[in-house]
């Protein structure tokens, strides 16, 4: 992907403890009615706080809030970070997020073929053409156009607007067009049963080039990933220390 982009990804279902929770994150988990959706978010902001501390290099505390449309702002030593954006998807038994030095999301979407059910409401004339062009799997194209729209919407922050899936316009340079914006389909990783789409807003005179990763090929070079998997590994496992700690501490001393 472009220089300032950067992404990792893991299964969910890997025994992650919870991140060491602010205020704000442990009052907003305990909304969540259903254990998988508690552990879905709990996996996303454990990796996404892991993903942030190592590439950008903080040291402080790492807090993930949701904006008033619902997508992830990174808060450093309570202080919003202005200039970092970042996206979290959980589905399909895999959880992902890319953080970025401009407008940036990504969308996990199942191939199990409910989307070619409402492809006719989702895609425009001549998309599914294009992207068969890389994916020959049709299931795998149209989530993968569905995955790259719904991306798209979340890093304009469109959510909460009218925006259709149907308004926004993949071209066959896998460009994205959402009225008069452009982005950039930088990757799709593509699993046997999941696709992963991630938009950005490109620089300026950056080239639109999308890397398609298949199943089985690391999403990043294998040094890389190493490392990034270990420092990811290091973060749970200090933010266990010191959850297990303050629970030690606040224990009654007569228990």
């Given at each position: 992907m472009a220089a300032g982009v950067l992404y990792a990804e893991m299964p969910y279902t890997a025994n992650i403890r919870p991140p060491l929770l602010s205020e704000w994150e442990s009052t907003r988990v305990q909304a969540f009615k259903s254990k998988e959706r508690r552990d879905r978010w709990l996996a996303g902001r454990a990796l996404a706080k892991a993903l942030v501390r190592e590439r950008l290099g903080l040291s402080?505390?790492?807090?993930?809030?949701?904006?008033s449309d619902g997508q992830p702002l990174i808060y450093s030593d309570g202080m919003p970070l202005p200039d970092a954006w970042l996206g979290i998807s959980s589905r399909a038994g895999r959880v992902a997020a890319v953080v970025a030095d401009r407008p940036v999301s990504l969308e996990i979407r199942p191939v199990d073929g409910s989307d070619v059910e409402i492809a006719r409401n989702v895609l425009r004339r001549g998309e599914l053409r294009v992207m068969r062009k890389a994916i020959t799997n049709v299931d795998a194209a149209v989530a993968t156009l569905r995955a790259a729209k719904e991306a798209a919407i979340r890093a304009m922050r469109l959510s909460d607007s009218t925006t259709a899936l149907v308004d926004v316009e993949v071209r066959e340079d896998f460009a994205i067009?959402?009225?008069?914006?452009?982005?950039?389909?930088?990757?799709?990783?593509?699993?046997?049963?999941?696709?992963?789409?991630?938009?950005?807003?490109?620089?300026?005179?950056?080239?639109?080039?999308?890397?398609?990763?298949?199943?089985?090929?690391?999403?990043?070079?294998?040094?890389?990933?190493?490392?990034?998997?270990?420092?990811?590994?290091?973060?749970?496992?200090?933010?266990?220390?010191?959850?297990?700690?303050r629970q030690r501490w606040q224990r009654p001393r007569w228990a």
């Open positions: 402080g505390i790492i807090e993930i809030r949701d904006g067009e959402i009225g008069d914006v452009t982005l950039s389909l930088m990757a799709v990783r593509v699993l046997e049963d999941a696709v992963v789409a991630v938009v950005a807003r490109p620089l300026l005179n950056e080239p639109n080039i999308t890397r398609f990763v298949l199943d089985g090929e690391d999403p990043v070079a294998a040094e890389p990933a190493t490392r990034l998997q270990g420092a990811i590994e290091r973060s749970i496992v200090r933010a266990r220390r010191i959850a297990d700690a």
